[in-house]
């Protein structure tokens, strides 16, 4: 038999039923479990207090936790603290480097502070400043830079201890879009390089772009998880409820691409694309002499999330 590692197969991120109460009493994740793959690019997202910040802080032990368990690559979190450390790169929400350095200057320092010695930090030092297009920046002054380089700068720098798990807590809330799209490229290529990332976001657009794999955090509990894929088409499909005059046929019709039922028996439940024509289906009723009263909207909880999520309510 292949010698086979536990930790090779392991998660490179596993939660279990994880709890936070803060000092004020606040529940902030109330039993969240959770694994990413190794090599996942992996969206959290969720609307404002839902504990994507919470979750993160614990993952990367800025925040203790209450109760539940973590590991990173198979390494526990509260029994194996700095082996578990060791596997994380954060790239945090507020810019919190001094902005009166050197981005060059800015990597090195704090590769030392996690022991790499200098000769090592320097060329590791301008690979990630290549990656993060920041080369012909190394020896500005940090202040000087723009929005999405000093963001960029936050990536590279979380990349010079060599994570193997890469975690950006809201990383382009408030930019626009043209330095997200920059964030995205330098991300993409990390991530092609097999680092494992995972980022929180309030853009579905965003996770959509990005992610192969997401979950959606409300008030502390996921409310969803999966591929994004299949996520995308939950979304896509409509939903109907028909009232019906009279008794409805005892063999319902098949209308193609859309799934039919009776709630009882003067009420039908329809799911169709949301690219599809409405005048087929009634055109199928109409021929199964299915005569409708009247007809609504099933409201799509997953909809409602997002519209909360992508702020598209205050839009509209
Ligand atoms: N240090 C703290 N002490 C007390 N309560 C806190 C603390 N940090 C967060 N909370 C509360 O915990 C809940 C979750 O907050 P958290 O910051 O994790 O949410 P979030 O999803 O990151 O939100 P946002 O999108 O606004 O960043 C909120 O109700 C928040 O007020
Ligand atoms: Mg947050």
Redesign the pocket.
């Known amino acids: 038999m292949t010698p086979h590692s536990p930790e090779a197969a392991a998660p490179a991120l596993r939660v279990r039923d994880l709890r ?1 109460t ?3 009493g ?1 529940e ?1 994740l109330r039993g969240v479990s959770l694994d990413v793959a190794p090599g996942d690019f992996f969206a959290l997202l ?12 614990i993952v990367s032990s800025l ?1 203790n936790l209450s109760s539940g368990s973590v590991e990173v690559f198979g390494t526990d979190l509260v029994s194996r603290r700095s082996e578990a450390m060791r596997l994380i790169g954060l790239v945090p ?1 507020e810019i919190n480097f001094n902005l009166f350095e050197q981005p060059y200057d800015i990597l090195v320092n704090y590769a030392g502070f996690y022991g790499i010695p200098r000769e090592e930090a320097g060329p590791l030092a301008e690979q990630e400043l290549r990656r993060a297009h920041l080369w012909d920046k190394a020896r500005v002054m940090s202040r000087t830079l723009s929005g999405g380089m000093k963001r960029r700068l936050m990536i590279a720098r979380a990349m010079m201890t060599r994570p193997r798990l890469l975690i950006l ?2 990383p382009t809330a408030g930019v626009d879009i043209e330095i997200r799209r920059d964030m995205w490229r330098v991300l993409r290529e990390i991530n092609a390089a097999g680092t494992t990332i995972i980022l ?1 976001t ?1 853009y579905l657009e965003e996770a959509e772009s990005l992610c192969r794999n997401l979950a959606i ?1 409300d008030r ?1 509990t996921i409310v969803e998880q999966g591929p994004m894929r299949a996520l995308l088409a939950k979304l896509d499909v409509e939903g109907f409820l028909f009232d019906i005059d009279g008794e409805l046929p005892t063999q319902l019709p098949e209308i193609e691409g859309t799934t039919l039922m009776a709630v009882d028996s003067h009420t039908l439940d329809l799911d169709m694309p949301r690219a599809m024509d409405l005048n087929r289906v009634f055109a199928a009723f109409e021929a199964a002499g299915i005569r409708i009263r009247s007809m609504r909207t099933k409201s799509n909880r997953l909809e409602e999330l997002f519209v909360r999520l992508t702020g598209q309510k205050e839009a509209a």
């Open positions: 936070k803060y000092g004020n606040v902030a969720g609307p404002n207090g839902a504990g994507k910040s919470t979750l993160i802080g925040v929400q807590d809201e929180t309030h955090i502390g």
